[in-house]
């Protein structure tokens, strides 16, 4: 099977733009989650998707909102960009999506934000 | 709430990489070990459940401590390609924990040929 794959793996925005992320999870996977990571804060939970709802959600400001389709692909945005934002964004698929089932990541999207 | 207190470790080939993890929530009942190569997500390596105190797959064996609140990774022995960054992780049994892995900052292992 395919793992996890993450659309762009690298992308450079200026303070003010908006972006959206794209993750693709292992096929069958049905629960995804998104993370954040940056040398200062590690890795960072921002929300997860399940069947096209969102059932957790991270501390992290309003700025940042995803969604799932109905094929379990995901995308997470982030309107008003800051200089904080800039980060590796990873995404993790999981199957059948229960709280102890093993996350597989993806490569991530590096987000560098000028 | 997960710490990860070495940041680097250094080890020489074939010799035993002991990586340690220590928690503070004691509602945590799930464990796990990535490992990261630059420019590459983290790669899922082994886990462990509240229940038990030792877990072995190969040569990977993570112990659990649960009355120290402490968890070590355990690699014997240890090769060059063993050289990434090692997140501990964790999970727990409450509300808002569904999909959220609580993370260390990671200890970066080098194997020494």
């Known amino acids: 099977k395919a793992g996890v794959t993450q659309t762009p793996r690298y992308l450079i925005k200026t303070r003010g733009q908006q972006v959206t992320l794209s993750c693709s999870p292992i096929?069958?996977?049905?629960?995804v989650s998104w993370y954040q990571q940056t040398p200062g804060q590690g890795l960072q939970f921002l929300f997860e998707?399940?069947?096209?709802?969102?059932?957790n959600k991270g501390n992290f400001p309003g700025r940042f909102s995803g969604r799932q389709f109905s094929n379990s692909r995901s995308e997470m945005n982030v309107s008003t960009l800051e200089l904080g934002d800039s980060a590796l964004y990873l995404c993790?698929?999981?199957?059948?999506?229960?709280?102890?089932?093993?996350?597989?990541f993806g490569p991530g999207t590096r987000l560098t934000v000028l | 709430q997960v710490k990860q207190n070495s940041p680097s470790l250094s080890v020489q080939e074939g010799r035993i990489s002991i990586l340690n993890c220590d928690y503070t929530?004691?509602?945590?009942?799930?464990f796990l070990w990535y490992k990261k190569y630059p420019a590459e997500g983290p790669t899922f390596l082994i886990s462990?459940?509240?229940?038990?105190d030792k877990n072995e797959d190969g040569r990977f064996t993570v112990f659990l401590n649960k009355s120290a609140k402490h968890l070590s990774l355990h690699i014997v022995p240890s090769q060059p390609g063993d050289s990434a960054v090692y997140f501990c992780?964790?999970?727990?049994?409450?509300?808002?924990?569904?999909?959220?892995?609580?993370f260390g900052k990671g200890t970066k292992l080098s194997v020494k040929p």
């Open positions: 998707y399940f069947s096209e709802t969102q059932r």
């Open positions: 993790a698929s999981s199957f059948p999506g229960g709280r102890t089932d093993t996350q597989y």
């Open positions: 929530n004691s509602m945590f009942d799930y």
């Open positions: 096929s069958g996977h049905r629960s």
């Open positions: 462990i459940s509240s229940i038990k």
């Open positions: 992780a964790a999970s727990g049994n409450y509300g808002g924990s569904q999909g959220n892995l609580i």
